[in-house]
């Protein structure tokens, strides 16, 4: 069984207009990817923004539920932000994750749009179960993963389909979706 | 095909010690959800609240994305809010289901707690598919739907079992999943 890693890159990402674009850290983003990654067996979950300020409300969320009063008054939330970590890009996540397993891992580029050579979910599914390196599961913020780091990605996972042609899953859903599909009991 | 209808009910909820409350609406569960809903082809959904002041804050925040300055910066969020009313009660959503398409809705709802009789994931995708009769899919804020809802409840569905004993998902990522799972492209 792979050890599976999630980040949530908040700069390059794309704007409505296509334009490259860092996004703010968003308390929600990090509650809820977090609740969902301790659901799914997730490692740990990356929150990455170049900016330090955001890097520091970030790591002031987490230790409000980790060891500040949020941490009594809801132990639950507690044991999901444990899994939360802070880089400042994806080559340090890439390093952290080295770091913590001595493997590089296969980096797993999520994107709402459709297009390109994609990975079946249960292709990826089997080979989460199968594989022995990491694998990273990279989500975009925003309007997602900008062209340069979808083009890093070692597979390029297909989109959540629905049952329409609407597409604009916020990315707290989608992440829930996407573990549920890869890692869920069936 | 069943036409599907959902609801998140602020009230009778439970809070992390077992006493029944009433939450506050917050604008990120309306809109993530109402995405989700849009997504998988939900054909209402209600935000359910005995709060007049809250019932009157949810209009606004969907008045602002469907005619106000929202509607033009960001047409796709104006697209999923259209989907969003707003109800004081679960009876006034089941009447509001009956004057829509004629007929009283199947009432399913959902826990995070296994236990008792529960209609798996499958079944029930399989019964929306041949169904003529709408399904209206019920969701708690808090700690969960209070145990006189959940009596009232024509189909228990499954818990979303993830690959660990934690079982603390948001409701927003809750109601993406179950979506996935009972609507989803396969």
Redesign the interface.
């Known amino acids: 069984m792979s050890d599976l890693f999630l980040a949530l890159l908040h700069h390059p990402v794309l704007d409505?207009n296509g334009q490259i674009v860092t996004t703010a850290v968003t308390n929600?983003d990090i509650?809820?990817i977090a609740?969902?990654a301790?659901?799914?067996?997730v490692r740990r979950f990356f929150v990455v923004t170049p900016v330090r300020a955001l890097r520091a409300l970030a790591l002031k969320i987490i230790e409000h539920w980790e060891v500040g009063y949020g941490s009594t008054y809801?132990a639950?939330?507690k044991?999901?932000l444990s899994l939360v970590a802070v880089e400042s890009d994806l080559d340090g996540v890439l390093v952290a994750i080295e770091r913590e397993t001595g493997q590089r891992p296969q980096l797993v580029v999520t994107s709402a749009r459709s297009g390109g050579s994609r990975t079946r979910f249960d292709a990826l599914r089997g080979r989460l179960q199968q594989a022995t390196e990491p694998h990273l599961l990279l989500f975009g913020t925003g309007w997602g993963l900008a062209p340069e780091v979808i083009e890093r990605g070692d597979i390029h996972l297909e989109p959540?389909?629905?049952?329409?042609d609407?597409?604009?899953?916020?990315v707290?859903?989608?992440?829930?979706?996407i573990?549920?599909?890869l890692?869920?009991?069936r």
């Open positions: 409505k929600m509650h809820d609740r969902s301790r659901t799914f067996g809801n639950t939330r044991d999901a959540v389909a629905g049952c329409t609407y597409n604009h899953l916020s707290r859903a989608a992440a829930a979706i573990l549920d599909r890692c869920g009991a």
